[in-house]
């Protein structure tokens, strides 16, 4: 075991969310996992997460989310800061400490993105220095979009999502998320699309990326973006939760360019022209009561990286 040396004062890192554009899902592998082919997009709704060198391996969460996010070691957070320590040899305990704005089980990988977060600080707090290549290495193990939240911008999955490679994407877009008010856990969507997949005996393929949706991201035009977006676990979700298949129309309605659910949900993805169209469709959105809370975002964005300390 290694000693950690270096700065001591705890270090800040900011991390986005991410919505897919396209979630094409393959048959189930051996491991349990579905083969993905997926277009990552990082949006500005962040978490900030920040480590300082402790007695003890401790968890602490704050914000609006809060109540549902476990501080025990199972946080992902936690454990991305325990597997790091184990694979270094470091053997100075940290307290992560969660800023939570990203909606928790909504399918936007805040609890990816916790871990992601986790893993840049700790490489600085333990003055380690490893490289993006090798913090995305550690950030597969931990989840399947991890190391999509250590790159952010806009890039293609694939693997069981977590092999990237980098997309040419113009322009900024604008988004608007419909967030439910009861989580859909992750591996429950898979299981029900694989039932649905059975019950209609649709094969699964091997998905492979859409040239079009490459296109329309050259493009920078949100109107050829809207036509392209995807979900294969899409209808999986609203069997889970009929009530989504009346967010997305009602969005639509309300002038939305394009709308999916986002990731396994429950949170639903509006693409709108402008920021005025995200605000008129915030507010008609709010005014249905249909959704637990909406909120404007801007993708794609950075990815996990250190902010100037915060002062609470
Ligand atoms: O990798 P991650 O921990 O985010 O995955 C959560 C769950 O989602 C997995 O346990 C699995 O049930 C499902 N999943 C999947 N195929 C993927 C990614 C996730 O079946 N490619």
């Known amino acids: ?12 890192v900011r991390v ?9 899902v393959g048959p189930p592998r051996e491991d349990g996992f579905h083969t993905l082919s997926t277009v ?36 992902l ?30 399918g936007m990988a805040g609890g990816s993105a916790d871990a992601a977060a986790t893993l840049v600080a700790c490489d600085r707090l333990w003055g380690l220095a490893l490289s993006t ?13 991890v190391p999509f939240l250590i790159r952010g911008g806009t890039a ?5 999502g977590e092999r990237l490679a980098p997309v040419l994407a113009r322009g900024s877009y604008h988004w608007v998320f419909a967030i439910s008010d009861i989580g859909l856990p992750t ?27 490459m296109v329309a991201l050259r493009s920078g035009d949100p109107h050829v973006l809207a036509p392209q977006l995807t979900n294969d676990l899409q209808e999986a979700a609203i069997s889970l939760r009929p009530e989504l298949g009346e967010v997305l129309a009602s969005g639509m309605e309300f002038g939305a360019l394009g709308g999916v659910v986002s990731g396994s949900g429950p949170t639903v993805a509006f693409l709108v022209e402008d920021v005025e169209s995200a ?18 975002a801007i993708g794609p964005v950075h990815g996990a990286h250190v902010i100037p300390a915060r002062v609470d």
């Open 16 to 24: 986005p969310a991410k919505v897919n554009l396209e979630l094409l």
């Open 133 to 145: 290549e090798e913090l995305e290495e550690y950030a597969a193990e931990l989840g399947s979009d």
């Open 156 to 160: 293609v999955g694939s693997g069981r």
């Open 77 to 106: 957070a936690m454990r991305a800061a325990r597997l790091l320590a184990d694979e270094i040899g470091v053997d100075t305990p940290v307290h992560v400490s969660i800023a939570k704005s990203i909606p928790v089980a909504g």
């Open 279 to 296: 605000i008129d469709l915030t507010v008609a959105l709010t005014a249905t009561g249909a959704a637990r809370e909406v909120r404007k």
């Open 1 to 12: 075991m290694t000693s950690a040396h270096s700065d001591p004062s705890p270090v800040t």
């Open 40 to 75: 990552y997009q990082a949006v500005n709704l962040h978490d900030d997460v920040t480590v300082a060198l402790d007695d003890d391996w401790t968890c602490s969460v704050t914000g609006p989310y809060a109540d549902a996010v476990p501080t025990d070691s199972t946080n």
């Open 187 to 213: 591996p429950e969507v898979y299981a029900e699309c694989d039932r649905l997949r059975d019950r209609a005996k649709a094969k699964a393929v091997q998905p492979e990326p859409n040239s079009e949706l």
